[in-house]
């Protein structure tokens, strides 16, 4: 029997991490995610949780407080936002490298400068290839289902990577949603007890970690990390179906919405999809087969399956809330077309930009982007493939 409840989405991520009772959480605050670890420091001073929590004086002190505890055999989970995962940005690469399964929740937030407190996903496509695990978050009870699921793919022995859980700063983080929980007991025997094979506090396996790597193994040691990456989709699928035993909630790599018998198509991440969705329902009343794609799991990117779920689409926009500054396109869409192109499948395809620092995304810009998928199937003619939405002049 699963609990109703009205919380936002920074108290579901806490409340997930409160049932997960983690050995370790270090965290420093900063907007939109400070709720998250001050939620959970009530759970540690009234003992709802064993949970020892580290207040640290940055957030690179916070993710290095994070990789002490899980190299020395414990469960450690953090939250942050923006300029607080840029200033984890080593401690990221170093948590991954030592194969160190790390859960943390990102808030997203536009990275500075100019400084910008709101929403865009330009912090996550800043790490996007560090070799973390990336599940983005669509609504509040995707956001707390994915941290449940969230230790199971991490912990997993052929995957042993840190993982971060995405949501919208304030769209979803300070938005009262209703959700169901799951009972305490059924998420502590779903997530297990963490056991991991090796760790520095075992005096039976002295060992030492993140040692000097040079030529002779570090090319070897980064195969390795790949490996994982790629083992891990499988394990996010079997995880998934454990999941849904259990809850009735089903997840994938990646979600269709109407989209077997599209004919345009977007592709998205994040709060935006319940956006599309709405208006994919409108149009559809209309006549028009309008489907949407909404990106679950970003890294291991489902390259080969995504091209599959558009094949038979006659054009395909590319939501991107942050912007690469390459001049081609945002990551999402280099992503997808690159996928694309490899399994050879051959749809017009173009990018927007959107929602940077905040802006707002109404289904008004979303039915204009599906006008303009309807026109170039009418044509034939992409013109300009990097586009913007919703930008002023």
């Known amino acids: 029997m699963s609990i109703r ?4 989405g920074n108290e579901a991520a806490a409340t997930a991490m409160k049932q997960i009772n983690p050995d370790v959480v270090a965290a420093f605050p ?25 207040a640290v004086e940055s ?18 989970m953090t939250a942050t936002s923006a300029n607080g995962l840029s200033f984890m940005w080593e401690m990221i690469y170093i948590a991954s490298s030592m194969r160190l399964p790390i859960v943390m929740s990102l808030v997203n937030r536009a990275v500075s400068g100019p400084l910008n407190i709101h929403n865009d996903h330009s912090d996550a496509m800043g790490v996007r290839d560090a070799g973390w695990i990336m599940l983005f978050s669509e609504n509040n009870q995707e956001a707390y289902d994915n941290l449940v699921m969230a230790h199971r793919i991490a912990e997993h022995k052929d995957v042993l990577l840190p993982l971060m859980v995405c949501q919208d700063g304030f769209i979803t983080s300070h938005s009262i949603e209703n959700i169901e929980l799951i009972e305490d007991d059924l998420v502590k025997n779903f997530v297990g007890k963490y ?7 075992n005096s039976k396996e002295p060992i030492s970690m993140g040692p000097l790597d040079l030529q002779a193994y570090l090319f070897e040691h980064k195969k390795q990390q790949s490996q994982a990456m790629v083992n891990a989709k499988q394990v996010i699928l079997d995880v998934a179906k454990d999941f849904e035993k259990m809850t009735g909630r089903s997840y994938g790599l990646f ?5 077997e018998d599209a004919e345009i198509a977007i592709v998205c991440m994040n709060s935006t999809a319940g956006t599309t969705k709405y208006v994919v329902d409108q149009l559809r009343a209309n006549g028009i087969k309008a489907g949407l794609l909404k990106v679950r799991v970003f890294r291991p ?12 689409v006659k054009a395909v926009a590319v939501l991107d809330k942050a912007d690469s500054l390459n001049a081609c396109g945002g990551a999402l869409f280099s992503d997808v077309t690159s996928g694309m192109q490899v399994n050879k499948v051959m749809v017009p395809t173009v990018n927007y930009i ?6 707002d995304t109404k289904s008004t810009d979303i ?3 599906f006008n303009d998928l309807e026109k170039i199937v009418k044509t034939g003619n992409i013109d300009n493939p990097y586009r913007y939405l919703g930008l002023r002049g």
Not at 195 to 201: I, M, S
Not at 354 to 359: L, S, T, V
Request: negative net charge.
């Open 5 to 8: 409840e009205r919380l936002s």
């Open 30 to 54: 900063i907007t939109p995610s400070t709720e998250i670890p001050q939620y959970f420091s009530t759970f540690v001073s009234n003992g709802t949780v064993d949970t020892e929590f580290v």
């Open 59 to 76: 957030e690179h002190s916070a993710m290095s407080a994070c990789i002490g505890a899980e190299a020395a055999g414990g469960r450690a």
């Open 195 to 201: 056991e991991p094979k090796h760790y520095l506090l």
């Open 255 to 259: 979600e269709e919405y109407k989209l």
């Open 301 to 312: 990117f489902p390259a080969e399956e995504i091209a599959k779920a558009l094949s038979h």
């Open 354 to 359: 959107y929602g940077i620092g905040g802006r």
């Open 367 to 369: 039915e204009s982007v």
